[in-house]
């Protein structure tokens, strides 16, 4: 796959000068070889910057949440999975269409840069592809006002809820203790929300002081309240980013648990891909119909 910086870098110092935007998200180079973080420019001359490389990884569609009332146009690069979550963002109202000028990058999967620091490598081709990339699903982006460069083939392969089943095959003993031993590891630094585009909320209830849902002190009871609370929030619009497990400092498999919920929405109201269409009707609870399933009532 060529390197498309240069073509992002064109793109990009021509919607600044002619105003057609006025901010735009990308990543940069970091201070090491295996960063590439967010980058926010607003003045052409800085679009030498923006690179596209093994590890711009980030998601960068939440920071949209971060100027939602501005009433300024913003321009984002975004690959397939990131295009996901805009549509979800998008779906919710917290943003308007007009607001955001849409740059597509099909993407053949990135790296983890603190893989990449644990493991020892000196060098990109020493890092394996991260994880979430490997279960990939979308790597072309669904929504875009342009694009960069050509298309790719998705990488995922075999049975997309394995690790699920490995999980419903054991006795209830069994998962209450695998569970209890992931989340007793969480710190509640509340990353996996932060960077989740379905937790878009413009208040957080887990912020509220008044009344208080979770405790100040860390305990497993209510690090449990958290996640569960966080995934069944996030029931039926979760567009499998990745970003939540990804960020984690802990490594709790936050994503098996949304992919339970997905795997049973998916059987008792029929398969459904959150952020793939802007225009589809509502995701499964998002919506009623009087032939739902009740074998529950």
């Known amino acids: 796959m060529s390197d498309p910086s240069g073509e992002m870098r064109e793109l990009a110092k021509k919607l600044l000068e002619n105003g057609e935007v006025d901010r735009i998200i990308g990543w940069e180079k970091g201070n090491l070889w295996y960063q590439s973080p967010p980058l926010f420019i607003t003045r052409a001359e800085e679009t030498d910057r923006l690179v596209f490389d093994d590890f711009a990884i980030n998601s960068l569609v939440t920071y949209l949440l971060d100027e939602r009332d501005s009433g300024k146009k913003t321009g984002i690069f975004v690959k ?14 917290q943003i308007a269409r007009e607001s955001v000028y849409v740059i597509g990058l099909p993407c053949s999967g990135k790296k983890d840069p603190r893989q990449a620091l644990s493991s020892g490598a000196s060098e990109s081709s020493q890092v394996p592809p991260a994880a979430k990339c490997e279960e990939c699903l979308y790597p072309n982006p669904v929504i875009y006002d342009v694009i960069i460069g050509e298309a790719v083939e998705a990488k995922a392969k075999g049975d997309r809820f394995a690790a699920v089943k490995e999980i419903e095959a054991k006795t209830a003993d069994e998962k209450y203790a695998y ?18 585009p379905a937790c878009n909320c413009r208040e957080c209830a887990f912020d509220i002081s008044k009344p208080r849902i979770l405790a100040k002190e860390n305990n497993l009871s209510h690090n449990m309240v958290y996640h569960l609370t966080r995934a069944f929030h996030a029931a039926g619009r979760c567009v499998e980013c990745g970003e939540c497990e ?20 998916n059987d008792l109201f029929g398969p459904y891909e959150a952020g793939v269409k802007l225009d589809e009707t509502p995701p499964p609870l998002g919506t009623y119909q009087t032939s739902d399933p009740e074998e529950f009532m």
């Open 246 to 265: 990804r960020v984690c400092p802990m490594g709790i498999p936050i994503m098996q648990l949304n992919k339970k919920i997905i795997k049973e929405i």
């Open 179 to 196: 569970w209890t031993s992931q989340y007793s590891k969480c710190l509640r630094c509340l990353a996996c929300r932060n960077v989740c």
């Open 80 to 93: 397939g999975c990131d295009s996901r979550g805009l549509v979800r963002i998008l779906q919710d109202k």
